[in-house]
C-alpha cells in the first residue's frame, strides 16, 4: 500500500470475519452493513443506505472473486474497514461476471478524500495470486490478517 494510509490502518485484525453466509449482494452488504455498525457510531442503516447507493453508480466488484464496497459516510471521524471471506460465493455483478468470495467494506469520513489511495492499495494487493489464494486457503481470521497485513506492507 502507499506510505500515506495502509491497510492495517484502517482494518484491526478484530474485523476479519470467516465464513460469512449469503446468497444475495443486497443481502451480503446488509449483513457486511450490521456487522460494521457493531463497530461504529453510525447505524446499519446507514451504512447500508450508502453502500447500496455507491453501488447504483455501478459495482465495486473487481474481479478475480474480489469486492470492494465503499461509500462515504456522515458520522465518521476515521477511516473504516472489514474484511469478510464468504462460505460461499455471492454474485455481485462484478466486472468479469464472476462471483465474489472475498469481501473488503471500506467506509470514509465525508471530508477526507485520501480513500483512492486505500482503494487502489487494497485493489493492488488483491492482484496479487499469492495473496489472494494465502486468503482464501486461510484457515483463521488471524491467518488471513497476517496475509492481508504483513509487517513489510
Request: hydrophobic share 45%; glycine share 6%; aromatic share 4%.
Amino acid at each position: 500500500m502507499d506510505s500515506i494510509m495502509k491497510l492495517r490502518d484502517c482494518l484491526p485484525a478484530e474485523n476479519v470475519v470467516v465464513g460469512l453466509q449469503a446468497t444475495t449482494k443486497a443481502g451480503l452488504i446488509r449483513q457486511l452493513s450490521e456487522l460494521a455498525a457493531g463497530r461504529l457510531p453510525i447505524t446499519a442503516e446507514e451504512i447500508s443506505k450508502a453502500l447500496l447507493g455507491r453501488e447504483r453508480l455501478g459495482s465495486t466488484g473487481i474481479g478475480d472473486g474480489i469486492a470492494v464496497p465503499h461509500a462515504r459516510v456522515k458520522g465518521l471521524d476515521r477511516h473504516f474497514c472489514l474484511f469478510a471471506r464468504l462460505a460461499k460465493a455471492v454474485d455481485f455483478e462484478a466486472v468479469d461476471e464472476l462471483p465474489v468470495d472475498l469481501v473488503f467494506v471500506l467506509l470514509n469520513p465525508d471530508n477526507q478524500p485520501n480513500h483512492l489511495n486505500i482503494l487502489s492499495g487494497i485493489a493492488r494487493q488483491m492482484r496479487e495470486d499469492k495473496v489472494a489464494q494465502a486468503v482464501r486457503m486461510a484457515i483463521s481470521p488471524a491467518d488471513i490478517y497476517r496475509e492481508l497485513c504483513p509487517p513489510d506492507r
